[in-house]
Structures are given as structure tokens and as C-alpha cells.
């Protein structure tokens, strides 16, 4: 056995058995299991000092910036997020370059991170925090939770992260180690044992304030911790890394031989197959967009005209409709599948060269000539149409 797999001091089980509230409603605390738990910050913490990827927004304590990481990297992989961050940083370096930033220029940055309210709710709070703070970012977290699309995570990881202030995490991560960590059952989505982990954190991170041995940053390290040992070795399904775990000696997932079990997640929501007829219209060397409307999800960005069908309908029929565009001048090009979250989107695509009569459908509408493709922010599913338009068009004779 490692000496980091090897039992913690003074270890007695998991927390039920040390009387912690469960998610059956008994009411206690973590009180007689301080020496535990200290123990097990301990290692987390010395662990991520050695282990912690090296990622650039690691390299900083600025507040605005690891905001920015923490929106960011929300259902999105660090290796997605981090040209991302780098570009957004270069840009927007600063709190008030956010806020007086055009907001083209913010969706454009964001193009392709897919929950564009983000990006719109970063900007909004940045203009809170000019008109609120004075420009500064405000440390007290009950002030960073008061911040429009700012949750109690993203605040307490901001609060931690970049403050080193003794405020809990809990996202995906930290909830599969911490159920894990404790046998926690149930639904961790369900209020009761929600809040539970929401205890568990926050008395972690108490106890690594408390432990001046630990030196600088302890909140800030132990937080990164739990959501580094989450993505890197406490990962999802029933084969984690344990081997190499710092906490192994103390984990009764472990102990149990059974650390698939937890999270006990709610099943999924089944998958909704949706069919959308795409038309790419070209005039002159210029191509139709619509802009999306402030009713719509993905408000502000443009893509080509496209229109939600039944699976069954014919797209040039639905597309010729709309456009005014005879039925017959369409060609065919593969269809584009796209999938976000439940949804699985086809997008049939059909391509003309064609000037159709104006006014034929409400909206707004623009020619775009190719470079003006490149710059203007697009959804990702017509990002990735831009391309192949322009890779087809690059070959051709
Ligand atoms: S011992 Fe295994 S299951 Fe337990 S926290 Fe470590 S990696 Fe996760």
C-alpha cells in the first residue's frame, strides 16, 4: 500500500457513522470528527501542490480573471476553455474593459462556448461592479453572489479561489468526491443531501483556514483540490483512479469497493431528436444571415436562414417557402448533426445561389461576404457551416 493510500489518523468510518446529518433528515454536525477531516485537508492539500495542472489562470490571483475561467469552464473541458481564456484575457483584460466592451465583440469571444447568456450576464455584472464598486472587484461574497449569473459556486470559487476566503464549492466534481469520499446516497441534486454537501465543503474549507500549517492560500488550494482530484483521478464512472487517490486510506466509496455507486445520480432526461431546413443562399459573393431575435435563445448571433421542421418535412419545400426561392435551384449538401445538452439537432443543409425577392420574411437580414463571415459572431452549429462553406469554396477551380 502507498503511504498515500495508507489510513488516515485516528479514522473511525464515514460520516454517518460519526452521527452527520444524512439525507434521511437526522440533525447533527461534524462535531468530534474535526481531527478527521483536518486530516484529510491536509492531504488534499499537500497533494495539490504537487499534482495541480499548471493552467493560466492558475497563474493568477486577480478575481476578474478567475471569474471569467470559473463561467467559462462550466460544462466545458479545460483543454476547450483554455484558448478561450487566453483570447478573452487579451481583449478584455480588466473589469472595465469588459464593461465597456461592444457586446458584439463579447458574443464574438464567447462563439462556440455554447449558454451565451453567460457571456451577457458577465458583461452585466461587470457593469454592476463599475457602477457598484467602483470598478473593483468586491471581496465579500455575499456582494459576489449579489452579481447578475453569479451562482453560490462560481461565488465561492471566486471567494476561495482568488481571495483564499473560507467559502465551500460544490459542482460536478466535488459532489462525485465527496459523495464518494463519505458513502453519501441519494440524489445529490435533491435538496436534503444538496444541502449536506453544502456542509461537508464548507466545513472542509473551515478547516483548512484553520490550519495555519498549511501556509498561504490553504482555502484557495484545498477548493482546487477537491475539483482537481474530481477531474483528474476521482473521475466519473466505476474505475477512478484510487491507486494513486490521497485520501484512499480515509474513502469508504473505496473502502466498499464500490466508488461507481456514487454519485447516485437522477436517470438522465431522455434525448430529443430535433430536424431544423438550413438554407445557404448566395448572391455576388455574398451569403444571407439572420440575425436571432431577442425572443430566441441565442439572441444576437447570426446564422444562415433556418427553420425548425418535423422529421419528416422537405426542407426545400420549407426553405422555398419562407425564401421565395424556387424549389427546384436547391442543391443538397451533408447533413450537419449538432448536439447540445438533451438535444440532438440535424440540420439538413441545401445551397443556392439565388437573389430572392426583399422582404420576404420578417427578421433582420444581412449579405455577408466571406471575411465578414469570419468576424461576426455565429452559433456554433453555423460556425461550423461557415467552414465548410468556405473550405468548399477555397477548392474551388
Ligand atoms: S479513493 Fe477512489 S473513490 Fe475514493 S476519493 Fe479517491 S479516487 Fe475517489
Given amino acids: 500500500m502507498s503511504s498515500q493510500n495508507s489510513p488516515l489518523p485516528h479514522w473511525h468510518g464515514n460520516l454517518r457513522n460519526m452521527g452527520m446529518r444524512q439525507n434521511t433528515g437526522i440533525e447533527c454536525g461534524l462535531q468530534g470528527c474535526d481531527d478527521e477531516l483536518a486530516a484529510i485537508v491536509e492531504r488534499l492539500t499537500r497533494w495539490f501542490d504537487g499534482a495541480a495542472r499548471d493552467l493560466p489562470w492558475r497563474r493568477t490571483r486577480d478575481p476578474y480573471a478567475v471569474w471569467i475561467s470559473e463561467v467559462m469552464l462550466q460544462q466545458t473541458q479545460v483543454q476547450t476553455v483554455i484558448p ?31 449558454y451565451y447568456s453567460r457571456a451577457r450576464n458577465l458583461q452585466r455584472a461587470a457593469c454592476q461592479i463599475m457602477s457598484d464598486h467602483g470598478g473593483v472587484f468586491p471581496r465579500d461574497p455575499a456582494a459576489i453572489l449579489r452579481l447578475p449569473g453569479i451562482g453560490p459556486y462560481t461565488a465561492g470559487a471566486i471567494a476561495s479561489i482568488a481571495l483564499d476566503q473560507p467559502e465551500p464549492i460544490l459542482d460536478g466534481n466535488v459532489i462525485r468526491v465527496l459523495t464518494r469520499l463519505f458513502a453519501l446516497e441519494g440524489d445529490p441534486k435533491a435538496k436534503l443531501l444538496n444541502r449536506q454537501l453544502w456542509d461537508v465543503a464548507a466545513q472542509l474549507v473551515r478547516s483548512a483556514h484553520a490550519q495555519i500549517d498549511l501556509g498561504d492560500q490553504r482555502c484557495s488550494r484545498l477548493n482546487q483540490a477537491l475539483m482537481e482530484l474530481g477531474a483528474t483521478v476521482c473521475t466519473p464512472g466505476s474505475q477512478p483512479a484510487c491507486g494513486v487517490c490521497p485520501v484512499a486510506g480515509a474513502c469508504r466509496a473505496h473502502q466498499q469497493g464500490s466508488p461507481g455507486r456514487f454519485p447516485e445520480l437522477a436517470p438522465r432526461v431522455p434525448i430529443t431528436a430535433r430536424f431544423f ?27 444562415f436562414p ?14 422555398s417557402d419562407h425564401l421565395g426561392v424556387p ?11 449538432h448536439h447540445i445538452t438533451r438535444y440532438r439537432m440535424t440540420q439538413r443543409v441545401r445551397l443556392a445561389c439565388f437573389l430572392p425577392p426583399q422582404n420576404s420574411t420578417m427578421g433582420t437580414w444581412l449579405w455577408a461576404t466571406s471575411t465578414e463571415l469570419e ?10 457551416l461557415a467552414r465548410k462553406l468556405q473550405h468548399a469554396f477555397q477548392k474551388r477551380p
Avoid at 87 to 98: D, G, K, Q, S, T
Avoid at 306 to 319: G, M, P, Q
Avoid at 375 to 384: E, G, P
Wanted: net charge negative; aromatic share 10%; hydrophobic share 45%.
Fill in 375 to 384: 468576424s461576426l459572431a455565429l452559433t456554433a452549429a453555423h460556425r461550423k
Fill in 306 to 319: 433556418n427553420w425548425e421542421t418535423a422529421a419528416s418535412d422537405d426542407a426545400e419545400s420549407v426553405l
Fill in 277 to 303: 431546413a438550413t438554407g445557404i443562399l448566395e448572391h455576388e459573393g455574398r451569403y444571407l444571415l439572420k440575425l436571432r431575435e431577442n425572443t430566441e435563445v441565442n439572441r444576437g448571433f447570426w446564422e
Fill in 327 to 337: 424549389r427546384t435551384i436547391w442543391s443538397a449538401w451533408p447533413d450537419l448533426r
Fill in 84 to 114: 478561450y481564456w487566453n483570447r478573452w484575457m487579451e481583449r478584455l483584460p480588466a473589469v472595465r474593459n469588459l464593461a465597456e466592451a461592444p457586446t458584439d465583440l463579447v458574443l464574438k469571444l464567447w462563439e462556440g462556448l455554447g
